[in-house]
């Protein structure tokens, strides 16, 4: 498949953020366990939970039942959602020791939770799984805390702008415009001007902290949010700038008003706004390109997000679409260890799985794609985009969940005008400090 030859090299230039390794590729394995080898014995129930979509949802459930079929000693429940409240029903269950056998967890909580609840397998001690397809690089990269592998990347995803080439044709502006924070400014009030219903970017408080702040940030700074020594990796300027320019977004309309923008927290895509198909663009991770693009239908395309002219690093994020962890707690460890091996392996669940979790982690799973053009040519485009502007990786302090809610409460006074830029500059500051201290602390 074009494209997608790309895609894998691309993969090998993933900076480390765990340890560092000598060149792209697996280790090796003098043998490889059957993906389709029926496990023998008792019964057994496994729980296997994530996040997503419809088509997501029923990949994944068709995939379960495959195994089922080959496995009939095995049952799997799936537990799905959608993103909303997922993080926070997981961490119950991680307190509670109820958590699933099997879970799905995004890489910025993959070291948190590690530390905060121990209950993640290191899967380097599980011979039924075998990883030797994964580049090894990028496995490391974002699957390794304190030295044990605790997650297997889903797929290879980043950062885009999914855009609907329809409204921006409609409202003056050229689709095929390279992005930066000044033109979203000067190009993007044209798409409210031409209909009061519609704007040229939805989004929501979440994904504002998640996809906007920090590349916009880390484009002034050429630093980390948060840096290696637990400082603080901007100066008060550079967010009363970033906060000011947000103020910015809302004055102009370029975004709709918080009061209908924040009911939508964590899915804009629930938004009438985009639904109605009256959005101009919004800023994705690739991952969630194929749902979240239905509304546009042909008029979709995908283009890199802003990047400022004098950015000291392009903010674009190159990272796994999501984590697959095995509970250390379960009682069935080899039996999720078997079901994973299948999920990653076996060529008739990559045929299944598609592009429902981006582009295929394994060598064996882009080789099942390509040959069977499973994998939507807008993914494909958005990781060569992507890549080919990738900047620095994010460290795992930066992503710190505490920390992003502390942005978030900045953001929402910004957006409903409770807060000055300066004002809301000065109250996260303040915060950040007082909760990295506590981190530091926790750390030693």
Same mark, same amino acid.
């Given at each position: 498949?074009?494209?997608?030859s790309?895609?894998?090299?691309?993969?090998? +230039?993933?900076?480390?953020?765990?340890?560092?390794?000598? &060149?792209?590729g697996?280790?090796?394995?003098s043998?490889?366990?059957?993906?389709?080898?029926?496990?023998? &014995?008792?019964?057994?129930?496994?729980?296997?939970?994530?996040?997503?979509?419809?088509?997501?949802?029923?990949?994944?459930?068709?995939?379960i039942?495959?195994y089922?079929?080959?496995?009939?000693?095995?049952?799997?429940?799936?537990?799905? +959602?959608?993103?909303?409240g997922? =993080? *926070?029903?997981?961490?119950t #269950?991680l307190?509670?020791?109820?958590?699933?056998d099997?879970?799905?967890?995004?890489?910025?909580?993959?070291?948190?939770?590690?530390k905060q609840?121990n209950?993640?397998?290191?899967?380097? =001690?599980?011979?039924?799984?075998d990883?030797? &397809?994964?580049d090894?690089a990028?496995v490391k990269?974002?699957?390794?805390?304190? $030295?044990?592998?605790?997650?297997l990347?889903?797929? /290879?995803s980043? !950062?885009?702008?999914?855009?609907?080439k329809?409204?921006?044709?409609k409202?003056? /502006?050229?689709?095929?415009?390279?992005?930066?924070w000044?033109?979203?400014l000067s190009?993007?009030p044209?798409?409210n #001007?031409?209909?009061?219903?519609?704007?040229?970017l939805?989004?929501?408080?979440f994904?504002?902290?998640?996809?906007?702040?920090p590349?916009?940030l880390?484009?002034?700074?050429?630093?980390?949010?948060?840096?290696?020594?637990y400082?603080? $990796?901007?100066?008060?300027? @550079?967010?009363?700038?970033?906060?000011?320019?947000?103020?910015?977004?809302? @004055?102009?309309?370029?975004?709709?008003?918080?009061?209908?923008?924040? +009911?939508?927290?964590?899915?804009?895509?629930?938004?009438?706004?985009?639904?109605?198909? #009256?959005?101009?663009?919004? /800023?994705?991770?690739?991952?969630?390109? $194929?749902?979240?693009?239905e509304?546009?239908?042909?008029?979709?395309?995908?283009?890199?997000?802003? /990047?400022?002219?004098?950015?000291?690093?392009?903010?674009?994020?190159?990272?796994?679409?999501?984590?697959?962890?095995?509970?250390s707690?379960?009682?069935?460890?080899e039996?999720?260890?078997?079901?994973?091996?299948?999920?990653?392996?076996?060529?008739?669940?990559?045929?299944?799985?598609?592009d429902?979790?981006?582009v295929?982690?394994?060598?064996i799973g882009?080789?099942?794609?390509?040959?069977?053009?499973? !994998?939507d040519?807008?993914?494909?485009?958005?990781i060569?985009?992507?890549?080919?502007?990738? &900047? +620095?990786?994010?460290?795992?302090?930066?992503?710190?969940?505490?920390?992003?809610? !502390?942005?978030?409460d900045?953001?929402?006074?910004?957006?409903?005008?409770?807060?000055?830029? *300066?004002?809301?500059?000065?109250?996260?500051?303040?915060?950040? #400090?007082?909760?990295?201290?506590e981190?530091?602390?926790?750390?030693?």
């Amino acid at each position: 498949m074009k494209g997608l030859s790309k895609v894998v090299s691309a993969v090998c +230039m993933v900076p480390l953020l765990a340890l560092a390794v000598a &060149g792209c590729g697996g280790k090796d394995s003098s043998s490889s366990p059957d993906a389709t080898k029926a496990s023998g &014995g008792k019964n057994v129930t496994l729980r296997f939970s994530w996040w997503g979509s419809d088509p997501r949802h029923k990949a994944t459930l068709d995939v379960i039942a495959l195994y089922q079929s080959k496995n009939p000693n095995v049952k799997i429940e799936g537990e799905y +959602m959608g993103a909303d409240g997922y =993080k *926070e029903k997981l961490m119950t #269950q991680l307190a509670g020791g109820s958590a699933p056998d099997i879970m799905q967890i995004d890489p910025p909580w993959l070291a948190d939770f590690t530390k905060q609840f121990n209950s993640f397998e290191d899967l380097n =001690k599980q011979q039924d799984l075998d990883i030797k &397809g994964f580049d090894e690089a990028f496995v490391k990269s974002y699957g390794v805390v304190d $030295g044990k592998l605790v997650g297997l990347p889903t797929g /290879i995803s980043g !950062i885009t702008m999914l855009i609907n080439k329809d409204v921006l044709t409609k409202s003056g /502006i050229n689709p095929d415009t390279v992005w930066d924070w000044d033109t979203i400014l000067s190009e993007g009030p044209k798409v409210n #001007q031409a209909d009061p219903k519609s704007h040229f970017l939805v989004t929501d408080q979440f994904a504002t902290v998640v996809q906007i702040l920090p590349p916009y940030l880390k484009q002034k700074t050429g630093k980390q949010i948060v840096n290696d020594d637990y400082t603080i $990796g901007f100066t008060k300027a @550079d967010l009363v700038d970033a906060f000011t320019y947000l103020k910015k977004l809302f @004055d102009t309309k370029v975004v709709e008003p918080a009061a209908q923008q924040y +009911m939508f927290k964590a899915k804009y895509f629930e938004n009438p706004v985009w639904a109605n198909k #009256q959005a101009g663009s919004t /800023i994705e991770w690739i991952a969630a390109i $194929g749902p979240r693009k239905e509304p546009f239908k042909d008029s979709a395309d995908v283009v890199l997000p802003p /990047i400022a002219k004098d950015a000291k690093d392009t903010g674009v994020i190159v990272r796994p679409a999501q984590m697959l962890s095995i509970n250390s707690k379960s009682a069935n460890k080899e039996e999720a260890a078997k079901f994973l091996n299948f999920f990653f392996n076996d060529k008739e669940a990559l045929a299944i799985l598609k592009d429902t979790r981006s582009v295929p982690p394994t060598e064996i799973g882009r080789k099942v794609s390509a040959d069977a053009n499973l !994998i939507d040519p807008l993914i494909l485009k958005a990781i060569d985009s992507s890549t080919s502007k990738q &900047g +620095m990786a994010d460290n795992v302090i930066s992503l710190n969940i505490q920390l992003q809610n !502390i942005m978030m409460d900045a953001v929402e006074k910004i957006g409903f005008g409770k807060s000055t830029p *300066e004002a809301a500059a000065d109250e996260m500051i303040k915060q950040f #400090q007082s909760k990295l201290t506590e981190l530091k602390a926790a750390a030693k």
